[in-house]
């Protein structure tokens, strides 16, 4: 049986606590591990809680500031790191074919994410019914970008807790943080139901849980936990080769065979009956495809996404309180490598990631 230890390590090896078991608490805790910190993971789930109910399309795609855009793609490209790296990481670099906006809008999109080095072609409409055979009604023309991929999100943090566990991290299931711990402005460690435990460094990757945490210590992180439901098929033939960026309907197709669809990048409302909202989604699904007999409704899941106020990351520490890390984001399964890297080399090292400049929690004081 696991105990919190009660005593600082040895600040060659510096004690850090992470808080938090799904993408992002598991990239940073890794990152840490493997640059020989002495890392505790305190978690209610190992794999988390928001990260198994996400979409799963890594992208620097959408409507980006031209500064997220470049995290973006460097957490892509860290992916890459990851896969070689970490046994039982293995994104698949599918491509997406994008038709989710209008005509001038895509125009738009395609212009300057081209100028800003995002690999995308134009493909026509016979070109994506050779590309994509069951799509229903092909558009007219969309956009094809190679380098974008899936990853079966609970399973790459898993890897990561496990192969962190196997660089010496302590992954402690079930324990619940109720505050953080602090003194003359220094935050020193957490209180949890099996009593206080200290650290050299906090790092709070909670997600939704994160405001009410870093509250237990007079710090305000502006966030709310937005629902978000994503429908999924039984397993079935494959159908979609690439992800399906299409108007009101994004899906893609896991390794299993099951299909995963939403109707939006940033989450479907599940309103007041989610099963009828799935069931809905489900049929417009199967509209959109083709040659679909076999295709059966598996389910829905519902994911609490913790979506900062203006819609970009927070992540560093908090003005005027020492030892206290956060990391919180919509987008984690994307960003998580890049998190994970930066986190670590900021708390190591005591460098300032330039990537990271725009998302420090002081934007909001």
């Known amino acids: 049986m696991l105990h919190p230890a009660k005593r600082r390590f040895d600040m060659a090896k510096p004690n850090i606590i992470v808080i938090g078991g799904g993408i992002i608490g598991a990239s940073i805790a890794w990152h840490l591990a493997k640059s020989g910190?002495?890392?505790?993971?305190?978690?209610?789930?190992?794999?988390?809680v928001a990260t198994p109910n996400s979409f799963a399309w890594i992208n620097a795609?959408?409507?980006?500031?031209?500064?997220?855009f470049h995290l973006r793609r460097h957490a892509m490209a860290g992916w890459r790191r990851l896969a070689e790296s970490v046994p039982g990481i293995a994104p698949r670099w599918s491509g997406s074919i994008c038709y989710d906006l209008p005509r001038d809008e895509l125009?738009?999109?395609?212009?300057?994410h081209s100028s800003w080095g995002y690999g995308m072609e134009r493909v026509?409409?016979?070109?994506?019914?050779?590309?994509?055979?069951?799509?229903?009604?092909?558009?007219?023309?969309?956009?094809?970008?190679?380098?974008e991929g899936m990853v079966e999100p609970d399973a790459a943090a898993l890897a990561l807790l496990a192969d962190a566990a196997r660089l010496g991290a302590t992954v402690l299931e079930g324990t619940e943080v109720r505050t953080l711990s602090a003194r003359s402005g220094r935050v020193t460690?957490?209180?949890?139901?099996?009593?206080?435990?200290?650290?050299?460094?906090?790092?709070?990757a909670a997600g939704g849980a994160t405001p009410e945490l870093a509250?237990?210590?007079?710090?305000?992180?502006?966030?709310?936990?937005?629902?978000?439901?994503?429908?999924?098929?039984?397993?079935?033939?494959p159908l979609i080769?690439?992800?399906?960026?299409?108007?009101g309907m994004e899906m893609r197709q896991a390794p299993d065979g099951h299909i995963v669809a939403s109707t939006s990048f940033n989450?479907?409302?599940?309103?007041?009956?989610?099963?009828?909202?799935?069931?809905?989604?489900?049929?417009?699904?199967?509209?959109?495809?083709s040659q679909t007999s076999g295709l059966e409704y598996g389910g829905y899941r519902i994911g609490f996404r913790p979506m900062p106020k203006d819609g970009f990351p927070i992540i560093g520490r908090a003005t005027g309180h020492t030892g206290l890390y956060l990391a919180v984001t919509h987008s984690g399964i994307t960003l998580a490598p890049a998190i994970g890297k930066f986190a670590a080399d900021e708390i190591l090292g005591g460098s300032s990631q330039r990537l990271l400049a725009p998302y420090r929690l002081s934007r909001f004081e």
Not at 220 to 235: I, M, N, Y
Not at 241 to 247: E, F, L, N, T
Not at 275 to 282: M, P, S
Request: overall charge negative; aromatic content about 6%.
């Open 37 to 48: 910190a002495q890392v505790r993971v305190y978690c209610a789930r190992p794999g988390g």
């Open 124 to 147: 026509s409409r016979a070109q994506i019914a050779a590309l994509e055979p069951h799509i229903a009604e092909p558009p007219e023309w969309a956009l094809k970008i190679d380098e």
């Open 267 to 289: 989450g479907t409302d599940p309103g007041e009956d989610p099963e009828a909202t799935a069931r809905a989604i489900y049929n417009d699904l199967v509209s959109r495809l």
């Open 189 to 204: 460690g957490i209180t949890t139901d099996a009593g206080a435990v200290e650290a050299d460094e906090v790092i709070v």
């Open 107 to 112: 125009e738009n999109f395609a212009a300057e």
């Open 215 to 237: 509250a237990s210590i007079g710090v305000s992180v502006p966030l709310t936990a937005s629902p978000g439901l994503l429908v999924d098929t039984k397993p079935a033939q």
């Open 241 to 247: 080769r690439h992800i399906i960026v299409a108007p």
């Open 61 to 68: 795609s959408w409507v980006n500031p031209e500064p997220y």
